[in-house]
């Protein structure tokens, strides 16, 4: 059983920061994919930005410059660092990663930026 918990969620000001991280736990293989979405009030759920055990990297243009995602695959967690936070950025953010032909969820963090 995989689990994923999430952790650095929170209030920030526009042009502010914010960390987030992803603890990943059970049984994974080295091969696999982990990432980050988000789903705003009354939108669809996004991709956010992905990184593979080989530190690959995928971003949407709307947080290119100012996110980065990292991985620790010592310790199966995967992190986003938000720079230059926007009102828009303000979402439930759910880190997710492939493996094995399955996908995993987090529970979820909110991340609002106020204006």
């Known amino acids: 059983q995989v689990q994923l918990v999430e952790s650095g969620g929170g209030l920030v000001q526009a042009g502010g920061s914010l960390g987030l991280s992803c603890a990943a736990s059970?049984?994974?293989?080295?091969?696999?994919?982990m990432g980050w979405h988000r789903q705003a009030r009354g939108k669809q759920r996004e991709l956010v930005a992905t990184?593979?055990?080989?530190?690959?990297?995928t971003y949407v243009d709307s947080v290119k410059g100012r996110f980065t995602i990292s991985r620790d695959n010592a310790k199966n967690t995967v992190y986003l660092q938000m720079n230059s936070l926007k009102p828009e950025d303000t979402a439930v953010y759910y880190c997710?990663?492939?493996?094995?032909?399955?996908?995993?969820w987090g529970k979820g963090t909110l991340v609002t930026v106020s204006s």
């Open positions: 059970g049984t994974i293989s080295r091969y696999n994919v």
């Open positions: 997710a990663l492939w493996a094995s032909g399955q996908d995993y």
């Open positions: 990184i593979s055990n080989l530190a690959t990297t």
